[in-house]
């Protein structure tokens, strides 16, 4: 158990858990009692990516070179560190849901938490660690000053906006959070 509380302390987990809940908090107190956005995904999803950007910042140790000698296999942890930093993103925006007025569904929550953690992941392989958060910030940004979706092409660049039944944004969440998880198990941050 001792090894968990160290990686966890390594990753800055506990100061990433109080930024996604503070900004989980101040996203709840912008809305008032919940009535004015309703239905509107534009809220829950900058508190999802304010979550999974402060989350991000523990995709890599405060030394790679330490952390590539280390005789503990690295694959499952590292795959286990994404799902789980998106499952904690994800529950802390339910339970503010179910304690306020907000109305998002839990199929648009999981969708975009697992590609805005896929994002994060792949941001880590290619960037590192410091800037995983540019991708994940970069694509949210396309996506809410994009065009309304008309063609495939926008519906894939606004995956995140899309209703949860829509299947080009289905689709383009779960091939970010697989390719991102996969390539993050494997690769591991950039040096």
């Known amino acids: 158990m001792r090894w968990l509380t160290l990686y966890a302390r390594s990753r800055q987990v506990p100061a990433s858990f109080a930024a996604v809940v503070i900004s989980t908090a ?48 690295w694959l499952p942890r590292r795959g286990a560190h994404v799902l789980l930093a998106g499952v904690v993103v994800g529950a802390v925006l339910m339970t503010a849901q179910a304690t306020s007025g907000w109305t998002v569904s839990v199929e648009l929550v999981v969708r975009d938490c697992g590609g805005l953690m896929g994002l994060a992941a792949l941001g880590a392989v290619v960037l590192g660690g410091p800037y995983a958060w540019s991708l994940p910030f ?44 996969a390539a993050y198990a494997v690769a591991g941050p950039k040096r």
């Open 138 to 181: 970069g694509w949210l940004t396309l996506a809410l000053f994009a065009p309304p979706a008309t063609g495939v092409p926008m519906q894939v660049a606004t995956w995140m906006l899309l209703p949860p039944d829509t299947a080009a944004g289905t689709w383009t969440a779960l091939a970010l959070s697989l390719l991102g998880t």
């Open 26 to 73: 101040l996203g709840w107190a912008f809305t008032g009692d919940g009535s004015d956005g309703s239905g509107d995904p534009r809220l829950p999803l900058l508190i999802l990516g304010a979550g999974v950007m402060a989350a991000s910042i523990g995709l890599s140790g405060q030394d790679l070179a330490l952390d590539r000698t280390a005789a503990i296999r």
